[in-house]
């Protein structure tokens, strides 16, 4: 057996009870967009938990949609991400990760809650804008920051506004995590399935309650 080979298989074992090995295997060798996005769903659930336990430093109106979601982008790049803030993808879109040998790309629109009206026109942008819709490219996240109470309350109320205003959106729950959903629906460039996960962030904290 060649070194490589045996370093290749070590890292295999090794995956198996080190987490950390096992997202660096995974994150590298995905090879297909599914894959490549199942794992960078794991790292941004990781990195919006750090955002949630950290919330007291983030109550502040300078720590708005950018500064957020600039947090997130260094914890992506932390995990070997090719990942980017406020970059031409068809439009300025919020973050454009990409594999790292360029084989698929992810894009997420990130807002402040401000009712659900306010999120659509994240999900238009993310939906009609700036997604390709081709298979290297069916996948995106919706990232809601909400800093008022209630969030879970906040998270339906979106997910019901979407349901009534996208004809034809299949809706999927979360059953492990209320704060998420996700939706498909036809590309407006393609006509093929296009994948988007919502994630709500709880970031109430009381010393910046905004109600």
């Avoid at 290749?8 to 080190?18: G, H, T």
């Avoid at 306010?118 to 942008?125: A, R, S």
């Avoid at 299949?170 to 492990?176: G, M």
């Amino acid at each position: 057996m060649s070194e490589a080979n045996f370093s290749l298989a070590s890292l295999e074992v090794l995956s198996q009870i080190d987490p950390e090995v096992k997202g660096f295997l995974k994150r590298k060798f995905a090879s297909t967009n599914e894959e490549f996005v199942k794992q960078l769903y794991v790292d941004l659930d990781d990195a919006m938990y750090v955002l949630e336990t950290q919330k007291h430093m983030y109550q502040e109106p300078q720590w708005g949609e950018d500064e957020l979601t600039s947090v997130i982008i260094t914890f992506l790049k932390g995990r070997n991400y090719d990942a980017e803030h406020d970059t031409q993808h068809g439009g300025h879109i919020d973050i454009l990760v990409k594999h790292q040998l360029g084989r698929f790309a992810w894009i997420g629109e990130a807002k402040l809650w401000d009712g659900p009206a306010y999120i659509f026109g994240g999900w238009n942008q993310l939906n009609e804008r700036y997604g390709t819709g081709t298979v290297r490219d069916n996948h995106g996240g919706i990232i809601i920051y909400v800093k008022q109470r209630k969030s879970g309350e906040k998270f339906a109320d979106w997910r019901t506004h979407l349901a009534e205003n996208v004809e034809g959106a299949t809706i999927t729950t979360d059953e492990k995590n209320a704060l998420r959903f996700s939706s498909e629906t036809l590309h407006p460039a393609t006509t093929q399935p296009y994948y988007v996960r919502h994630m709500a962030v709880s970031l109430f904290h009381v010393t910046g309650d905004r109600n």
